[in-house]
């Protein structure tokens, strides 16, 4: 049996390090991000067993990362714990209304913390785990498990890069992206890639959907980017 995933997201780096030694000595394997929208980005490609998460972060904060978990029908079982501050009492009853399963307040000592990501892990697995791999939004669905988009019951075949291109856009629905930022996120910041890449692209998803009468989906939003628009 492979190790359990945890996805560490905490901007102190003292911190996530000690996190990632103490729960890798417990036998979990480990990914980590410094910030939420990083920690986002990860938690789709790897769909970890479980997410620690600092409430206070630079950008998206802890709590916005739950609530934005639970919406997300793919990840939205996975286990979140919340580090807090200490003493911030209302503030957990807020992480609670995220969506959070537990927390731990700062400074905790190592062995604590390990007992309670057991303990939310066995919880969760205990459960029969049904994880849906299948995004649906309106009368599109995709399927990360055959990599399958269907309009309404229409197949449509995607490249590989559109297909990344549509998992984004399903993820971040009727939000406008500059060409800059979808290179970021579909692409990946390590790859230096022409801004009009993303043109190319999604000229060719249009086309796709405009077979099943479906190219409004995307809106060019003038002098800004893209926009993905569903209902
Ligand atoms: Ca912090």
Known sequence: MSAQTILIIEDETAIRDMLKF????AGF???EAPNAEQGWALLQDHLPDGVIVDWMLPGMSGVQFCEKVRQYEVVAN???LMLTAKGEEADQVVGFDAGADDYVVKPFSPRALVAR???LLRRSSSVEKVVSKVIKIGHLSLDLNS???KVNKTELKLGPTEFKLVQFFMANPNRVYSRSQLLDQVWG???IVEERTVDVHIRRLRKLLKEV???DTIQTV???GYRFSVD
């Open 117 to 119: 990501c057991q303990a």
């Open 29 to 31: 394997a480990i990914i």
């Open 147 to 149: 990599y399958r988009f």
């Open 222 to 224: 003038r002098g800004v």
């Open 22 to 25: 103490t729960l890798s000595v």
């Open 189 to 191: 910041t390590s790859v």
């Open 213 to 215: 009468d479906a190219e």
């Open 78 to 80: 996975t286990p979140i």
